[in-house]
């Protein structure tokens, strides 16, 4: 088995924070996953996949397990449908090209979401509309504890806005292997609607899109306001957007008119966390390497050599100011290693 001592975790998370895994393993198979998990010498594990969804603040002093599962195959198939299969360690972009190239439907809205499968049911990824849950079938999860190989269907996984029971009481407990999705063979149920899509195909004069259409215009819109990570170290939205009541919205109307909502039921209604934040004045500001970005505040991001506590400070200062100014606590989608 190959473990390695002291590797730098820098290339591991799109972050790009420079901390130190003490003992490091790649993960190429599902016997192999077993065996490293037994192994009595490394009591403490540590899970790393596409590390798109984490803040690292300091070394880790476990055996970190890289997991690089890889494969991509149809399960089940009928005249409509198709149930395919992607292991862990497959790229969740490079899943939606695979779908889009053998005209399968449904992922299109979620084109450019950085990271692995394998972590897009923890935190329900989602994009322009779309959820992870729409097309989720069921995913295949390692019980740390026992090697077992245990199923979740959608009902299990307790999917909400970027939640899911393994944020919650499956938290740390299992390592999700693989997951299943259902796409469209034909008929494919586009989500269009949400506005800058619209806008983004009508500037094209596409009237009667495409999944390949709307995953363009996506990555159009993605491509203009969210920065790649391969260029400036991030993790997409750092917070998530809160939730308030209307009794809440309204008396904050008064004193805002202009802040935006969107209504979730009839009580509740989500405000963009990206507007708040830009309206305490970090929209762009930098502080040292670390820094709010100029095109979507909602997103913090690393010039270099921002360590993870330099991010968190600034997240809690954003924190701060959000709270004192609108009376709204809002909290990481991030995972905050501490
Ligand atoms: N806004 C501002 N200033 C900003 C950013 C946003 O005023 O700097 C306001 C604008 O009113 C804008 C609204 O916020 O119309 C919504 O902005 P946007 O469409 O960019 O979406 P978001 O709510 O900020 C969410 C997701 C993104 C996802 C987009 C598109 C969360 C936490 N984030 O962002 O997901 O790509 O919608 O669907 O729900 C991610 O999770 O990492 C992520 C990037």
């Not at 195909?201 to 390949?212: D, E, F, H, R, S």
């Not at 969210?226 to 939205?237: A, C, I, M, R, V």
């Amino acid at each position: 088995m190959n473990i390695q001592e002291n590797i730098s975790l820098k290339s591991y998370n799109t972050f790009g924070i420079d901390v130190k895994a003490r003992f490091f393993i790649e993960i190429n198979g599902l016997a192999q996953l077993q065996k490293v998990l037994e192994l009595e010498a490394y009591p403490k594990k540590f899970i790393i996949s596409g590390g798109s969804n984490m803040l690292l603040t300091k070394d880790i002093d476990a055996l970190v397990m890289h997991i690089n599962l890889k494969g991509i195959t149809v399960v089940e198939e009928d005249e409509d449908e198709v149930v395919v299969k992607a292991m862990a360690g497959e790229n969740w972009h490079e899943l939606v090209l695979w779908s889009l190239d053998n005209g399968y439907g449904g992922l299109e809205n979620l084109s450019l979401i950085p990271g692995n499968t394998g972590t897009a049911p923890i935190q329900n990824i989602g994009a322009y509309g779309v959820e992870l849950k729409d097309v989720f079938v069921s995913c295949s999860a390692m019980e740390i504890e026992s090697g077992n190989l245990i199923a979740f269907d959608a009902k299990d996984c307790e999917f909400g806005y970027r939640d899911s029971i393994f944020k919650n009481d499956a938290k740390d407990k299992y390592i999700i292997t693989s997951v299943n999705l259902k796409l469209t063979k034909k008929n494919h149920d586009l989500n269009t609607g949400y506005g800058a899509i619209e806008g983004e195909l009508k500037q094209k004069g596409i009237v009667y899109p495409t999944i390949q259409d709307v995953s363009n215009a996506v990555i159009a819109i993605r491509q203009s306001k969210l920065p790649d990570p391969k260029e400036l170290g991030n993790s997409g939205s750092f917070f998530k957007n809160p939730v308030i009541s209307k009794k809440n919205l309204e008396k904050l109307k008064k004193v805002h008119p202009n802040i935006p909502s969107y209504s979730m039921d009839k009580d509740q209604f989500k405000v963009p966390a990206g507007w708040l934040i830009e309206q305490c004045g970090f929209k762009g500001k930098r502080y040292g390497d670390a820094g709010v970005h100029e095109k979507q505040a909602l997103v913090l991001v690393n010039y270099g050599n921002a360590t993870g506590g330099e991010i968190l400070e600034l997240a809690q200062l954003i924190h701060q100011e959000v709270d004192s100014k609108f009376k709204i606590r809002i909290h990481p989608e991030v995972n905050i290693i501490k």
